[in-house]
């Protein structure tokens, strides 16, 4: 089977110390998350930046700050931006990081309700928004899906040349307002894309390795981490992303995947058109 790449989503926008004293807020405690995942084997960082106090921000500065930071210290990893934000910013709030030298970003591809009297908005209009600019910068979106819906608006938006190749999607389930993790949930995901396509599962809490193992299973890639779910098992704080992509490592074992390296993850996302940035 193909090379299974990991993705590590290090802090979210949700998350606090409150619940797991390892979500990083500072630019240092962000570079050790992101460099300790990396050694346990993620190929993709998946970032969002904090203010000192924990508040979320899509700042540019404060990206630009963390990415070099990051580069300094694992140069090859391939570093995937938020533009998905918090709940409630603006669309050009959310793409400062588009704004940097960036191989690749999210493109979340629809609205949910987003928990309590939240709602996660991503109109039509939004997608084509943020997919146009990733497309002129030749920033290579992960398509972020939180339900079927959000397939077929990327399958739609693709034949009427809105989205471009290479589509990579991410399946997010288990958000509270979005589609559920179950196994059958997985299945029907996985069976709507195109044959070809490449895909990554992250499960929210109680369903992020249940949906990583059915991932690595049949073929598919993973994302873990604090922004996702805080816990190693049930009621065991994890100390650190680290741990979330070890057990996925191990997990991997079982079905003799190997983890890709972030040059390996390039190859298989097909970035081959986009020149690798190392600096900003
Ligand atoms: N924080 C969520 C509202 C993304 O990174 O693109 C959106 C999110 C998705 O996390
Ligand atoms: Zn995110």
Redesign the pocket.
Known sequence: MNKLIITC?IS???VTKADNPYVPYTIEETVEEAYQAYLAGAAII?L?VRNDDGT?TQDKKRYEEAIMAIRKKCPDVIIQP??????GMKRDERLQPTELSIEMA???CGTLN?GFDDI?VNTENDIKYFAKIMNEKQIIPEL?CFEKGHIDMVLRLYKKGFIFDPLHFSF?LGVNGGMTGEARDFHFLRKSIPSGTTYSVAGIGRYEFPLAELSIQHGGHVRVGL?DNIYLSKGVLAQGNKELVKKVVEMAKKYQREIATPDEARQILNFKEKKRDKTL
């Open positions: 989503a979210g926008a949700e998946h969002h979320p938020s533009t998905g934000g918090a709940v999210t493109l979340d987003f996660f972020e997010v922004e």
